[in-house]
C-alpha cells in the first residue's frame, strides 16, 4: 500500500500506544470488579440496551468498513453497495427471533457450538466448532492486517509495529475480563468511533460536495448503477449471502445473546444495531462508487481514503487513525473472548487435557495471536481464505439454523447435507486468480460453459452451497 505520510512515524506509534493502554486499563479496571467464569464467557446474564447495542454495532463493525465496502464498490456497483449493508446487519435481524429461542430452549448454554452438540450430538458439532473458529481466526487476522495497513497509509510506519501494539493491548485485557471487559471497552468505543465517524463524514461530503450524489455517479460511471449490469445482481447477492451466512456463525454474536438481562432487551438492542448499521455500511460503499467516478484508476482499497484525504490535514489522519483503531480493537476482544470461550466451553470434547482448560484456552489464544501478529505484519492479503470461511459458513448456515423449527433433520443427515453444500460449492468456488474451479477449467475445458457461468464463479460457487443442501434434507 501507498504511503502519504501525513503523520510522522513517532506520532502515529505514540498514539496507537495511547490510545491501546487506554482501553487495556479501562477494560481491567471495570471487569476487576466482576470477575467469576459466568462473567468471563456471558457477563453474568446483566447487560442492558445501551451496552449491548453499542456492543452489537462495535463488534460488527470493524477496521473492515474503511476498505471493504467501498473496495466491493468500484467493480460491484450499486448491487455490492446494498448487499454488503444489508449482509453486514441482516444476522442481527435473524436473532431477534433465533436468539431469543435460543435463550429459551437451551436456557444455560453459552456458545452457538454448544446448542449444536445439545441438539445433535458430537459429531456435528465437531464440524460446525472446526468452520467457527477457522472463520474466526481469519477474521482476527483480517482485522489486525487493516489496522496495520491503515497506520501505514498515515505514516509509514511499519506493520508490525501496529499489529503487536494492538494485539498484545487486546489480548491482556480480553484474556484478563473476558466478554465483561469486552462488552465495557465496546461502549467507549461505541461513542468515539460514532463521533469520530460523524466528523469524517462531514469532511469527506464538504471535499466532495459537488460530485457526492447519484447524479454525479451516473454521469461519470453509469453501469455502476444500471440494472443491465450484471455485477450489480451477482455482487450484491454473494456480498449479502456471504456476510450475513458468516456472521450467523459468529460466537461474539452468540455471547452477547445470552449476555442480554431479558429478551425484550436482547430483541432492542438487535432492533436497533439493525437499523443503525445499515446506513454506515451504505454510505461507506457509496464513497467508493463516487470515488471510482472521480477517478477510474483509483486503487479500490484506498476508494474512501482517496476522497477523504484530499486535503491532507493532520487533523483529519488523527481523526482518521483514533477511528481505525478504536474499530479494531473492538473487534480484536471479541473476536478473541469469542474463541476463548468455545475452549472454554467445548474444548473438552475435542482435547483430553487434565488441567484447567481456561488455562489451556489462554495458552491457545497467546498461540493464535502470535500467529496473526506474524501474518498480519506481512500485510498479505488474506482476501481468499475469507471467501473459503465464508464458503465453508454458507453450506452450513440453513441446514443448522432450519433445523431448530423442525425434527425431520437428524445430526446424519445434517452433517451429509453440509459435506454436499462444501463439495458442491468447492467445484465451482474460483482460484486464487478467479479465473477457473475445479469444474471449469480444470475438469472440463471454459468453453463447454456459458460466458456467464465462467464470469460468476464466486457468485455461483456461494449460491450453490448455501442452497443445494436444501435438497439433501430427505436423504437417510
Known sequence: MLSINILSQTSAILLTFILSIIFLASGIYYSSKHKGLKNYLIANKNIGIFPLTATFISSALGAWILFGPASAATWGGIGAVIGYALGTAFPLFVLI?????????????????????????????????????????????AEVTAVSLLVNYISG??????ALIVV?????????????????????QFIVFLVLLVIAISFLVSFNSTEFNFEFIKLNKPHLLSVKYLPNFTAGLTFFIAVAATNLFHQGNWQRVY?????????????????????IVFFMGFSGLVATSIDTNVIPDLAFFSLLFKEQTTMLS????????????????????????LIIVDGNKIIKFKGNYFKL???????????????????????????????????????IFYSFFTKSISEKNAYISIIIGIAAGLLLFPSPDFSKSILVGILFPINFFPSFVSQSLLFLSFLIATFVPIFTWKIK
Open 97 to 141: 427471533t433465533i436468539g431469543s429461542k435460543f435463550r429459551n430452549s437451551f436456557p444455560k448454554a453459552k456458545t452457538l457450538i454448544e446448542v449444536i452438540r445439545l441438539k445433535f450430538g458430537k459429531q456435528l458439532f465437531k464440524l460446525i466448532l472446526l468452520l467457527t473458529i477457522f472463520y474466526m481466526s481469519i477474521f482476527l487476522i
Open 157 to 162: 510506519t511499519n506493520l508490525w509495529i501496529t
Open 168 to 188: 498484545t493491548s487486546s489480548l491482556a485485557y480480553t484474556l484478563y475480563g473476558g466478554l465483561r471487559a469486552s462488552i465495557f471497552t465496546d461502549s467507549i
Open 259 to 279: 449476555a442480554a438481562k431479558n429478551n425484550f432487551i436482547l430483541k432492542k438492542s438487535l432492533l436497533i444495531s439493525f437499523f443503525l448499521i445499515i446506513p
Open 318 to 341: 488523527v481523526i482518521v487513525l483514533i477511528l481505525g483503531i478504536s474499530l479494531t480493537i473492538s473487534s480484536i476482544d471479541t473476536l478473541i473472548n469469542a474463541i476463548s470461550s
Open 361 to 399: 484456552s489462554n495458552f491457545l489464544i497467546i498461540l493464535l495471536s502470535i500467529i496473526v501478529f506474524v501474518v498480519a505484519s506481512k500485510g498479505l492479503s488474506i482476501l481468499y481464505l475469507f471467501l473459503l470461511a465464508d464458503l465453508f459458513c454458507c453450506s452450513a448456515v440453513l441446514t
